[in-house]
């Protein structure tokens, strides 16, 4: 019998970003990404792959990324330098995701749990500025600890402003019209921050519903269906099995279309050790600072085919979807979607490497390049 391999510590793949100026580049380049990500949607739209409701609701779960952002770069300001108190550091994905780990956006929500209790006792922007300047100039001396202590109310002065993304965002229901005189259409939207790679995962479903009642005024069926859609959120789950569960556990909820939507990863020569051709695409390319990154971005879609009746009990019937997988080479089976689209979004200079290396694998991914001021182009 063969001794069992030793398992691999994922905590491994972790770092943490101890330097100052490592950090505030991180969150700079984080900045920089998510405002290009809300035009590729826009581009999306354009092209017929996403409705205007979907780029409406993931442009939101977009800038509730970078609200988040923004509220860890005020936390982690100040690292590296003396604060009179160790706070730790940003620790980061290294290898899978390029994004912070999920443990940063639980205590996070911690965080928020009790910002407001923690500004009461703290004292005002202007009264923190008024010392610096009486330290500065008085006592002759950097105001760190003062700029550490600012730094913290402003964080949770951000997340008391909310609409930030957590690890877990529940449904919500927006009605997108009749079907008939006893049938509505709703667009389900969540999202979640998987614990297991460290990417944001946004769902999008269009269901029907066929209830006495609207599905976000029915006080039974609304909580069970997001409870129910929460414990299904798994990257691990099949787009295909997600949606039969939702189908087979409500009879009068008839999911038509389901998508999912993985935000990452994140490649950074200068930050990131993930292997294959972006990584060599980027040490060649040697962006300048802020042109060094490419963004995965992938799409499943799963679509009702056809509905068909069943039988339930002795004398009843349940509609029931037949859902579509991707035909080609059996792949359907395997994805559990209908079809699956990869893209990736990156600068100028490393789209110019990446066209010329041409690697395998790339000629069907959707490349979204950003040019000079900001625009994002489609190639």
């Not at 694998?361 to 182009?377: H, I, P, T």
Request: charged share 25%; net charge negative; glycine share 6%.
């Amino acid at each position: 019998m063969e001794p069992a391999a030793p398992m691999t510590d994922p905590k491994s793949d972790h770092v943490g970003l101890t330097d100052t100026f490592a950090s505030r580049r991180y969150f700079r380049k984080f900045e920089t990404i998510t405002a290009h990500l809300t035009r590729v949607a826009a581009a999306m739209q354009a092209e017929g792959a996403v409705t205007r409701e979907e780029v409406r609701v993931i442009t939101r779960y977009l800038m509730a990324m970078s609200f988040t952002f923004r509220a860890l770069s005020m936390k982690y300001l100040l690292v590296g330098r003396d604060t009179g108190r160790f706070f730790g550091s940003l620790a980061m994905d290294k290898r899978d995701s390029g994004f912070p780990v999920a443990a940063e956006l639980l205590t996070m929500a911690n965080d928020a749990q009790q910002a407001a209790g923690h500004l009461a006792n703290m004292p005002s922007v202007e009264q923190y500025k008024n010392e610096m300047v009486q330290t500065i100039i008085g006592d002759r001396q950097i105001p760190t600890r003062l700029q550490f202590a600012l730094s913290q109310r402003l964080y949770y002065e951000e997340l008391l402003r909310g609409q930030l993304f957590w690890v877990q965002n529940d449904p919500e229901c927006e009605w997108l019209g009749n079907v008939g005189d006893n049938r509505r259409r709703f667009l389900l939207h969540w999202a979640v921050y998987d614990s297991q790679v460290n990417l944001p995962v946004i769902y999008l479903m269009e269901v029907e519903d066929s209830g006495r009642s609207a599905l976000p005024k029915d006080e039974r069926r609304w909580p069970q269906a997001q409870a129910h859609l929460m414990a299904q959120s798994l990257a691990g789950l099949k787009l295909v099995t997600i949606a039969k569960g939702f189908d087979e556990d409500f009879d009068d909820l008839h999911p038509k279309r389901l998508r999912r939507i993985h935000v990452g990863p994140m490649y950074s020569h200068q930050f990131t050790e993930q292997s294959g051709p972006l990584r060599e695409v980027l040490a060649e390319a040697r962006a300048p600072e802020g042109q060094d990154w490419a963004l995965a971005w992938t799409t499943e879609e799963l679509e009702s085919e056809r509905a068909v009746e069943e039988r339930s009990g002795w004398f009843g019937t349940v509609e029931r979807e037949v859902f579509a997988l991707d035909p080609f080479a059996g792949r359907g089976a395997e994805t559990g979607a209908t079809r699956t689209q990869r893209s990736i979004i990156l600068p100028q200079r490393p789209f110019q490497v990446l066209a010329e290396q041409n690697p395998p694998g790339f000629a069907e991914v959707r490349k979204f390049v950003v040019g000079a001021g900001g625009q994002v182009l489609r190639y």
